[in-house]
């Protein structure tokens, strides 16, 4: 059973950044749908970004209130996904989890749907305030 760990949270003040990490326990083949969730205190787990591969190119998906602030990509060499975040708003606060799934997940657009996945992460916080 593949196994996820995350990294790389932390409390930033609006506007910084943050890179987290998903060390995979396997090669990231073009098997896998990976993403990143987040929930915040009392919210539900919202799907944030996700990236497969699909004969040699990188699919990458994001929902509409990170576009252009997160980044999410892969180094198979190292086993790991990261999430690049910039300009860090307050509603960006949550524990962030990493998940993955077959590809399938993501080629289908359901990558932000949270019953699709089925292996986790424990999650890393992350935490914006001023």
């Known amino acids: 059973q593949m196994q996820l760990e995350e990294s790389g949270g932390g409390s930033v003040q609006p506007g910084g950044s943050l890179r987290l990490s998903c060390l995979v326990s396997e090669y990231i083949s073009e098997r896998y749908c990976l993403s990143w969730f987040r929930q915040a205190s009392g919210k539900e787990r919202e799907g944030v970004a996700a990236?497969?591969?699909?004969?040699?190119?990188?699919?990458?998906y994001y929902r509409d209130s990170v576009k252009g602030r997160f980044t999410i990509w892969k180094d198979s060499a190292k086993k790991t996904v990261y999430l690049e975040m910039n300009s860090l708003i307050t509603e960006d606060t949550a524990m962030y989890y990493c998940?993955?799934?077959?590809?399938?997940?993501?080629?289908?657009?359901?990558?932000?749907?949270?019953?699709?996945?089925?292996?986790w992460g424990q999650g890393t916080q992350v935490t914006v305030s001023s």
């Open positions: 998940a993955a799934d077959m590809a399938g997940v993501c080629l289908s657009g359901s990558w932000f749907i949270r019953d699709e996945f089925n292996i």
């Open positions: 990236i497969a591969t699909n004969n040699d190119r990188n699919h990458t």
